[in-house]
């Protein structure tokens, strides 16, 4: 959607010199990778590329599933690059298996340097699997330099991890609801509906705790994308298991999440159970929260959920006073939103995180109610929302919890500091 | 479906060879695709009689990564044969081994061999084996055999060495192996036994013999094959033995 920022089309997106907030959010490629269960990464590269992931880790107490092999101007030259990774895997694994640490999964972490070097990770993996036959490895990339393209670093990890289900001719009435990397709120109203139109277990990866669990995504019979990174793992998954796939996007829109539920119906074969007392109930919900909220304006930031002009629109539609948005670009998915709000709404501003003229603070707007935490860091807002990665929403359940969040974020001042240190996030 | 690489010495006669194969093999009932994997991109020139063709990185640049379809491209040259170029960076900038990778992991995105199903499949390739990205062509999933054009001039069978080293560093690893070297006569003293001799040294053969005639450049003139612009020539009939050759070893 971003035009480069030439003048004529009046496009609030713009390239320019990166600036990245403390507040910024999301998650890393390696912490993905972690959501796999019985893994273990070593991750190969410049000493400087594995910082974030390595302090991130730390602080969000994940240091003990990650190693790092730091790469020298030699093993690139020499052509030992290779073996030094076959070397560093060999010492990693004799040093986990002497503390009983040995794990199903070996993620390799290359980074763009690997890109250039063209290394044969199949041969690579094919090679320590022989030595190792109780490990698997796979190759797994941090490489922003294909960031641009159809199969980005967040895109190819969560195909990565789905890569590992093996082909099982038991299949059972289960779906897979992949894309999000938070665990779906247990209490949702989707486990109850997709059971009623003849779909369960409903699995997430978040659910299984041993690699062999894990195994029991195969089985299922239509994968549900909640977030469209997980779109191309889906259509990998449809190549190597035949498991169709539906794209189930989070909304905010209570009609939208009707919808989406009519269409799984439609997909799994079954009648939609009534949802007329799901709608209602949200609706009430948003006008509670926009009493509370009153004229407080709202500010929502790219990081807090994976459609913010989704969640921009269902605010406005329902009257709430969304003054700006933070966001550094428009997915595809999010298209026909960011158009709705540049045609109905556009008093709305649109800022770029990344634009470095954020860091001149001209944006503050201390009484607003934000959603993220970069968003409350650019404006110095007293009410933040701490959303980060979608939060685990989805269906009606997922708007209740962000009513929830909101209701609560405007009803006490928040200390974003505290909240950053606690949500983790390293600059 | 066959797949092999060319590999040899620069300006050794490697894309001559490939094309007049393609065409021979064309002329034959094969559905045929070369994939040139120089920067240069002159490999199937004188299949689409004489005109270059864009390269899959002109496409990129132009396109976008996420642009570019196969009718971009993959050209239909003489008799059918499907041509791509790789293509490669400006010349003294960049790295060309990348853009060999990048050309290859397009083709694979993009479907190619499942949407045109070629039975063989030439890979031509720039001079040695230098980086990871001109060992691509020989992985696994792409060529099968491996065939050397030499000469018997000392340079040539030393780089001929070099390759067949290559190709047996990763022969643990199930790469493609070498079916043979293609003497491509420089009229060197004694070059039949030369090159024979140096072939038993490497631990392979030598599976034909291409005599140097004027036809080649006749034909290339004409922006064709030998096997296009003069099928009734004697270099032509070369140019077919070679193919049923090629055909008995790699199938």
Request: with cysteine; net charge negative; charged share 30%.
């Given at each position: 959607m971003s035009c480069g920022g030439c003048a004529s089309c009046g496009s609030p997106f713009r390239s320019t010199l990166t600036y990245t907030s403390p507040a910024h959010g999301g998650w890393g490629v390696a912490r993905m990778g972690q959501l796999l269960p019985e893994s273990y990464q070593l991750f190969v590269g410049p000493a400087a590329c594995g910082r974030h992931g390595a302090l991130s880790a730390c602080l969000q107490g994940r240091k003990d599933t990650i190693s790092y092999l730091y790469l020298s101007e030699d093993d690139i030259v020499s052509g030992g690059y290779e073996q030094a990774i076959i070397d560093g895997a060999e010492e990693l694994l004799s040093w986990l298996e002497k503390r009983g640490r040995t794990p199903r999964v070996m993620m390799i972490f290359v980074t763009c340097l690997d890109d250039l070097l063209g290394t044969d990770h199949e041969a690579l993996a094919a090679e320590l699997h022989a030595r190792h036959p109780e490990v698997r490895f796979i190759d797994c990339h941090m490489n922003?330099?294909?960031?641009?393209?159809?199969?980005?670093p967040a895109v190819n990890i969560r195909n990565k991890i789905y890569s590992t289900l093996d082909v099982t001719e038991q299949k059972d009435g289960g779906v897979n609801l992949i894309g999000s990397l938070v665990p779906l709120?247990?209490?949702?109203?989707y486990y109850d509906l997709l059971a009623r139109m003849g779909a369960a277990p409903a699995r997430q990866i978040t659910d299984f705790s041993t690699f062999d669990a894990f195994q029991r995504m195969a089985r299922s019979r239509l994968n549900v994308v909640l977030?469209?990174?997980g779109v191309y793992a889906a259509e990998q998954m449809e190549k190597k298991h035949g498991t169709p796939w539906l794209r189930a996007l989070v909304s905010y829109d209570p009609r939208k999440a009707t919808k989406m539920y009519r269409a799984l119906a439609a997909a799994l074969g079954a009648d939609c159970p009534d949802l007329s007392g799901y709608e209602t109930a949200c609706e009430e919900d948003f006008a509670r929260t926009r009493e509370i909220l009153a004229e407080l304006p709202v500010v929502l930031d790219g990081d807090a959920v994976t459609r913010p002009f989704d969640l921009a629109r269902a605010l406005l539609e329902r009257g709430f006073r969304v003054k700006r948005l933070i966001v550094q670009d428009v997915a595809g998915s999010d298209a026909e939103n960011y158009r709705w709000l540049r045609e109905r709404r556009a008093e709305v501003e649109i800022m770029q995180p990344q634009d470095p003229r954020r860091v001149l603070f001209r944006d503050r707007l201390p009484e607003c109610l934000c959603i993220g935490y970069n968003s409350g860091y650019v404006t110095g807002s007293r009410h933040v929302v701490p959303a980060d990665a979608q939060q685990g929403h989805w269906g009606y359940r997922g708007i209740a919890a962000m009513l929830e969040m909101i209701r609560a974020a405007a009803g006490a001042e928040s200390d974003l500091k505290d909240m950053v240190k606690k949500a983790g996030l390293v600059l | 479906m066959i797949k092999i690489a060319i590999y040899g010495k620069g300006g050794i006669g490697k894309s001559t060879t490939a094309s007049n194969l393609s065409a021979a093999l064309s002329c034959l009932g094969r559905k045929v695709m070369q994939i040139g994997c120089d920067p240069?991109?002159?490999?199937a020139k004188t299949l689409m009689g004489g005109a270059r063709i864009p390269t899959v990185l002109d496409r990129i640049r132009e396109k976008g990564a996420t642009g570019v379809t196969l009718e971009d491209i993959v050209f239909t040259g003489f008799n059918g044969i499907l041509c791509v170029e790789a293509g490669g960076p400006t010349p003294g900038i960049g790295c060309a081994g990348r853009g060999i990778i990048t050309a290859f992991e397009k083709l694979e995105e993009l479907g190619a061999y499942d949407a045109y199903r070629p039975d063989v499949v030439f890979y031509d390739v720039l001079?040695?084996?230098?980086?990871g990205g001109f060992a691509m062509p020989i992985r696994g999933g792409y060529a099968d055999r491996v065939l050397i054009v030499t000469s018997g001039e000392m340079m040539s069978l030393y780089a001929a060495s070099n390759i067949v080293s290559a190709v047996n560093n990763f022969g643990k690893r199930g790469y493609a192996g070498v079916a043979g070297l293609i003497l491509n006569s420089r009229n060197v003293a004694d070059e039949q036994a030369l090159v024979e001799k140096a072939a038993s040294e490497m631990g392979t053969r030598v599976l034909c013999t291409m005599p140097r005639d004027g036809a080649v450049q006749t034909a290339e003139a004409q922006g064709k094959t030998v096997v296009e612009?003069?099928?009734?020539?004697a270099m032509a009939s070369r140019y077919r033995e070679l193919a049923q050759k090629v055909m008995e070893v790699c199938s």
């Open positions: 922003p330099i294909t960031t641009d393209t159809k199969v980005p709120l247990k209490d949702g109203e977030a469209p990174p | 240069k991109s002159d490999s001079g040695d084996v230098v980086c612009a003069l099928p009734d020539s």
